[in-house]
């Protein structure tokens, strides 16, 4: 089962589009902070106590469902339609340890990318600091405990949808259509 799963691991992450889902993942969290100093023209201080939770908010029910749902229809359905898992199969893997490996690795790249944008967000609050002289711009215990929820939910969230995402990618002929009906 090991080999199976470092299998899925390197066949995701050899993939040209998911390195560039994982370099637009800062390019979106910067966006968002452009998007609330400018047009919503939120004041800096105040955005910079909490943007990491808040660039979350912003992305999480379109973006990051977007994104979840890209990586499910590529690695279920693309196999699927170009009959890579038909060699799967005629190893000693059972139908049930491939999906099952297919789905943690979805949940340890979602994972991954939450990381990458909170640590991004993170980065953009610290220049933002030194930029305009924030002076209260640390997190605080309960301002860590409340991103750390939020991020906990925002994960129980995404793994819950891409469970639902993966059940339609298998049935899918192709992976726009599995996107479609995601």
């Known amino acids: ?30 966006s968002t902070g452009v998007y609330f ?3 919503m023209k939120v ?9 990491v939770v808040t660039g979350l908010r912003e992305n999480l029910f379109l973006v990051c469902n977007i994104a979840v749902a890209a990586l ?3 690695v279920y359905t693309e196999e699927f339609r170009s009959g890579q898992l038909r060699l799967l199969f005629m190893r000693r893997f059972t139908r049930g340890q491939i999906f099952w490996s ?3 690795v979805l949940n340890a790249t979602i994972l991954f990318l939450l990381i990458v944008f909170a640590v991004s967000s ?9 930029s305009y002289d924030v002076s209260d711009a640390g997190l605080s215990g309960s301002q860590g405990l409340q991103m750390l929820k939020y991020y906990g939910w925002a994960l129980a969230s995404l793994l819950a949808i891409c469970s639902f995402y993966c059940f339609v990618a298998m049935y899918s002929k192709s992976v726009t259509y599995a996107i479609g009906v995601c």
């Open 43 to 51: 004041p800096v201080e105040v955005l910079s106590l909490n943007f």
């Open 72 to 74: 499910a229809a590529a």
């Open 102 to 104: 297919k789905l943690l």
């Open 37 to 39: 100093l400018r047009m």
């Open 1 to 30: 089962m090991k080999s199976l799963i470092y299998s899925e691991f390197e066949r995701l992450w050899r993939r040209k589009w998911f390195w560039l889902m994982v370099l637009c993942t800062p390019l979106l969290a910067c």
């Open 122 to 130: 993170q980065v953009i609050v610290e220049v933002w600091t030194l």
